[in-house]
């Protein structure tokens, strides 16, 4: 039973790289938008990617 909250640590990490690591992906894709629209949609996952995978980070060092 001492091994839950790190369970769910692990849990949780494992959900914020994924999601961090799509949507760098997705921030490489092509859409078909304007051009405004295609750089303000490429920083709004850049960010979200970068995030993602930085709270990772913090919570495999909780781990």
């Known amino acids: 039973m001492s091994t839950w909250p ?3 640590v ?3 990490m494992l959900v914020a790289f994924v ?3 799509t949507s760098l992906i997705m921030s490489f894709m092509n859409q078909p938008v304007s051009a405004e ?3 303000k949609l490429k ?3 850049g960010f979200f990617g ?4 930085i709270i990772s980070m913090v ?3 909780a781990i």
């Open 6 to 8: 790190e369970a769910f």
């Open 10 to 12: 692990f849990g949780a």
């Open 19 to 21: 999601l961090g690591l």
């Open 37 to 39: 629209e295609s750089i």
């Open 43 to 45: 920083v709004e996952y």
């Open 50 to 53: 970068i995030s993602g995978i």
């Open 59 to 61: 919570l495999a060092y």
